[in-house]
């Protein structure tokens, strides 16, 4: 069965850092691999979706990278603002009995400090 | 307005009533889920449908009911609620195929059972 964890849990930085913030999953069966930003009242929103032949994606400010091999996927912020904090989440779409069942991390809550 | 829109977006409740969550969606797609958020626990799935015709049971179906009364409605009930139950309700819907899929969120139900 897959499991999908985020480390850390929580990250406080001063505005203007470069950070990362770190996903693993245990089957590398996968379709793809997908990171999204939940803010308080407002639901999830798709940031950066990497499909299982890809390495990485870009979007503006975030990049984010994937290595099935070794079952990780890292999503990089640049130049942080406050108005990025936020929770992270990464999720897992499975090759095995998924019917678009995607397998979500618990999320590492980002704040960021004028 | 919000393509994937839920209500209410607030419930409390008593042990052993039943409500019902609803969720419409203006995006046209075929595919629509419903996921519960617990603190430490993640998303975990509820039910999903592919169309109007298909209902299946997710991770965590017991105790909950859902109907799909059209492609934009799905909602999700709650036959007897129990304080167990509390927790922020997600609807979803989903687009593409396979390393291209993915989903995209309501605003979420808050969710209190007392």
């Known amino acids: 069965k897959q499991e999908v964890t985020q480390i850390p849990a929580a990250l406080s930085v001063p505005e203007g850092e470069n950070l990362v913030l770190n996903c693993s999953f245990t089957?590398?069966?996968?379709?793809?691999l997908q990171w999204f930003r939940q803010d308080p009242g407002k639901g999830l929103t798709s940031l950066l979706l990497i499909q299982s032949s890809q390495r990485e994606q870009t979007s503006g400010r975030l990049n984010a990278s994937l290595d099935k091999s070794s079952g990780r996927s890292t999503l990089y912020i640049a130049a942080s603002q406050p108005g990025d904090s936020a929770t992270y989440l990464c999720?897992?779409?499975?090759?095995?009995?998924?019917?678009?069942?995607?397998?979500f991390g618990k999320g590492t809550k980002l704040s960021v400090k004028p | 307005d919000a393509d994937v829109t839920q209500t209410p977006r607030n419930r409390i409740t008593k042990t052993g009533k039943r409500i019902m969550l609803e969720c419409s969606q203006t995006?046209?797609?075929?595919?629509m889920y419903w996921y519960r958020q617990d603190p430490g626990l993640g998303l975990r799935l509820i039910y999903y449908?592919?169309?109007?015709?298909?209902?299946n049971k997710g991770e965590i179906s017991d105790g909950y009911s859902v109907s799909r009364q059209a492609q934009a409605k799905f909602s999700l009930s709650l036959e007897s609620a129990i304080p167990n139950q509390t927790a922020l309700y997600f609807c979803?819907?989903?687009?593409?195929?396979?390393?291209?899929?993915?989903?995209?969120f309501g605003p979420g139900t808050r969710l209190l059972v007392l």
């Open positions: 089957d590398s069966a996968i379709y793809n």
């Open positions: 979803a819907t989903g687009v593409g195929w396979e390393d291209q899929e993915t989903q995209y």
């Open positions: 995006k046209g797609h075929d595919r």
């Open positions: 999720a897992a779409l499975p090759l095995r009995g998924s019917q678009g069942n995607l397998i």
């Open positions: 449908s592919f169309d109007v015709k298909d209902i």
